[in-house]
């Protein structure tokens, strides 16, 4: 078994471990109801989180994803509200805009040469303040497209409701899934997360692969606004606010190394549903403060980067070995 498996491994069986644990103190947590409600509260995260891990499996980071995602909100509050559109053609703007935001970061990262927190860390500010040139409050979004939405679900045994946005999420995971691992431009992602260099001498185009990264992260933070707005039924510039640190939780919770070149995207997909987990058993127990899903979250993420550090002692002691017995 692929050392590197290892922290995915982890995840999966820590999710059920507290699951297990979960139901035995509450039986009412394996219903179908609260499985839909995890699905449903967590879609935009898992959204967000699956750009998130192509863009960290590439060495990199996105911190603007938050920002990118309330700007979302807020464009299709504003534009519903002022015109008469359909929501669809709103909808396919956005993701243009988002889409060509996330491509221009790429390309002056490549161009410039400029480190990907410092880039993004400005496409966080610029994407916030062009919410807040739309509007300083908060929009409602009173449409009757919206209203079809959220009553477009699979009532499953149990009467537990499979949301049409729970549905986009476990979707958008299986593309992901497919993306990094069985596509060549998934192949160029993990050779670029295994230094530039490396991947140059593979034959990688770094400059096209990097752009295309960075476009897909903004293209999944602008489908994951338009899912937000669907759940909240408003546009608000100061929503998400910290969505980007917690995206990036769930990918590190999720197996996938920091350092890039390793992980899994269903590993992600397990990573928000794990921290859904805590918030869900927070509000069962009912005596517990909302800081706890802060606490268990850090502990977590603590816990992983260990792992991973581990990992990565491991397959260094692997290679010098494997070159000694050479």
Known sequence: MNVRTYPLLATVAI???????????????????????LLTDNAYLGITAVGMTIVILSGGIDLSVGSVIAFSGVFIAVVLRDTGLHPLPVFAMLLIITTAFGAAMGGLIHGLAMPPFIVTLAGMFLARGAGYMLTIDSVPIDHPFYELIDDAYWLMPGRGRFTLIGGLMLVSVLAGMIIAHRTRFGASVFALGGGEQTARLMGVKTGRTTVLIYAFSGFMAGLSGIVFSIYTGSGYPLATVGTELTAIAAVVIGGTLLTGGAGYVFGTLVGVMTMGLIQTYIVFDGSLSSWWTKIVIGALLLFFIVLQKGILRLSVAGGAMAGAGR
């Open 15 to 37: 999710f059920l471990v507290a699951y297990a644990a979960c139901y035995a103190q509450f039986p009412a947590m394996l219903s179908t109801r609260v499985i839909g409600n």
